[in-house]
Each structure stands twice: as structure tokens, then as C-alpha cells.
């Protein structure tokens, strides 16, 4: 009897170890690039994201000079007054999409994700090329 129950704590416990440390690998981290805290990029679940104060049409040219200058192979682009897209294929294959989205007439938030699950180097790479396009 006494091991009847047992068995089913142990693979409760067993269960709560396994969440934890499956939550614990999806932290948010910070990007230490300098400018203000509301552009500091943040990288979680495969998407960095971050803020400029630039109005969208320059961040959509930056993106696409940032694509151009890394030699990604531009696939998709195109923008309106409210949002922006560019997207291409880097020579691994992967998909790298920049997405773009007016916050106001002067501020813009993107959201840039390299292949399915992301890639947190290579996202950082366009993040800072976009940025010194600007």
C-alpha cells in the first residue's frame, strides 16, 4: 500500500521538475546594444522585438537596406501607412521576416524571426544593421 502511493507523487514531482526547467529555458533576454529602454531589443519565443523612434517608411528602407547589405535574397516586401513586411531567404535556407508596424506618426515597433523556431544571433544581426541604417 505504502508504495501505491508513492508511484503516483513521484511522477508528479517528476512532471513539475520537467515544467519548470521547459519554462525556465523561455526567459526573455535583453539586449545590451545602448539607446533608450524603450528600443532595447527583446528576444523571446523565436521573435526578437524592439521599438525605434523613426516613423515606419524609414524603418521599412533600413530593413530593406539591412537585407540588402547582409545579402539576403529579398523575397516579400511591402509596406502602407500602418505596417511593413520584408522577408527573404539567407543562404542556409532559413526565412527571415521583418515585420514593421507604425505605433505613431514617429515611432514604429518591429518584429524580426529567423527560420520556423528562431534564431536569436542571426535576429540580432538584422536588428543592428537595420539600426545603423537609420
Do not use: Q, W
Not at 83 to 104: F, P, Y
Request: aromatic share 10%.
Amino acid at each position: 500500500m505504502f508504495n501505491r502511493m508513492i508511484a503516483p507523487r513521484a511522477i508528479v514531482l517528476a512532471l513539475a521538475a520537467f515544467l519548470f526547467f521547459l519554462v525556465a529555458g523561455c526567459a526573455t533576454v535583453k539586449y545590451e546594444s545602448g539607446g533608450t529602454p524603450s528600443e532595447m531589443p527583446e528576444y523571446s519565443l523565436g521573435y526578437l522585438k524592439a521599438n525605434f523612434h523613426k516613423p515606419l517608411p524609414d524603418v521599412y528602407k533600413a530593413a530593406l537596406a539591412a537585407y540588402k547589405d547582409l545579402g539576403i535574397a529579398v523575397s516579400e516586401k511591402k509596406a502602407d501607412s500602418l505596417s511593413g513586411i520584408v522577408s527573404g531567404k539567407l543562404a542556409n535556407g532559413n526565412e527571415a521576416t521583418t515585420d514593421m508596424k507604425a505605433l505613431t506618426g514617429k515611432k514604429t515597433a518591429i518584429s524580426i524571426r529567423v527560420g520556423t523556431t528562431g534564431d536569436k544571433d542571426f535576429s540580432y544581426i538584422i536588428y543592428d544593421k537595420i539600426k545603423k541604417n537609420l
